[in-house]
């Protein structure tokens, strides 16, 4: 044991993120079409705890034509994260893009009733190996309005309760999230959201989280972040920082490391966050092609990035 302990000093013994993420999970977003790349599929499970699949649950791709399922993709990240130990964040159920066109068309109840189909069986199909479902995906404009979107022109809010009754019905053990983005600070759409929150819960709708997607840039990490997580969480909810990355916004990379670690002790300061994802580790899939904004390089190299986080996940 001493042995072990000494060249884990002086760094012969490689740690990875997932060996210090013991008070909340850290993870990232993959794509199964990736793992043929070596380098991709070792870091993932090395280093991860938690994967969100990027497109392979959200219903264009999982139920392109009406009762057609294609599981296989999504399929292929559940035995990875089953494989290497990891747990997995269903992505997502109702979102107002990747719509297939068969169900774009419809309307009234034959929409609620289709609704209602894709989320029962998309949840029952991987019942017990879901640990969290992103139910409801980006409803809010950024003056905290509801976006015009298929489901809100039709339901007005009734969609909401619905899908989370409906994922609840299949899968009583997972937890179920909303999700947004540009409501890591407080602002218009945050109060709209905290607002939604708090009514669901005082309807005794099954909502058990709320993510904060967190596409930031180095200088834009907001000074109130944990504070408002923590308003969250005062109504009985947990919080999860769900699609994490941070554009360099032309800055170094330290400075860049600096910003990811700031978000990553926000998280820790609040009980009740749970975990961390960030959406793709690497710049050589990232969504972002105008800016640099992962902890891994596109040549796979770890930026500083890596070590802040880390160091932040040891602080607590």
């Not at 791709?61 to 296989?72: A, M, Q, R, T, W």
């Not at 297939?100 to 069986?121: K, Q, Y």
């Not at 170094?252 to 002790?265: L, N, P």
Request: with cysteine; glycine share 6%.
């Amino acid at each position: 044991m001493k042995l072990i302990v000494l060249f884990a000093l002086f760094g012969s013994i490689a740690a990875h993120l997932r060996d210090h993420a013991n008070k909340i999970y850290i993870g990232s977003a993959l794509a199964p079409s990736h793992f043929t790349d070596a380098q991709y599929s070792t870091i993932a499970a090395e280093e991860f705890n938690s994967l969100t699949p990027e497109n392979e649950m959200k219903w264009a791709n999982v139920e392109p034509s009406k009762g057609k399922y294609n599981y296989g993709p999504a399929e292929k990240l559940v035995e990875f994260a089953q494989q290497y130990d990891m747990i997995v964040r269903g992505h997502t159920l109702i979102w107002h893009q990747e719509v297939p066109d068969w169900v774009s068309v419809l309307s009234g109840d034959d929409l609620h009733e289709v609704m209602i189909d894709h989320i029962t069986t998309l949840v029952t199909h991987f019942k017990g190996s879901i640990y969290a479902w992103d139910v409801v995906n980006e409803i809010f404009n950024e003056d905290g309005s509801y976006r015009s979107s298929l489901w809100y022109n039709n339901f007005q809010t009734s969609f909401i309760a619905d899908a989370f009754q409906a994922a609840a019905a299949a899968d009583p053990s997972a937890k179920l999230y909303i999700n947004d983005y540009n409501v890591e600070y407080t602002n218009a759409k945050s109060n709209a959201l905290y607002n939604l929150v708090k009514e669901l819960k005082s309807q005794g709708v099954p909502i058990h989280g709320v993510g904060f997607q967190t596409h930031l840039a180095v200088g834009q990490i907001p000074s109130d972040f944990a504070t408002n997580l923590a308003r969250f969480t005062a109504l009985g909810v947990d919080v999860a920082i769900t699609e994490l990355d941070i554009k360099q916004n032309g800055q170094s990379q330290d400075a860049q490391a600096a910003a990811y670690s700031e978000v990553i002790k926000d998280c820790l300061s609040v009980n009740g966050c749970v975990g961390v994802t960030i959406w793709g580790f690497t710049d050589k899939y990232s969504w972002i092609s105008s800016d640099t904004a992962c902890p891994w390089d596109s040549n796979y190299q770890a930026k500083p990035a890596v070590a802040a986080i880390e160091a932040a996940l040891q602080l607590m």
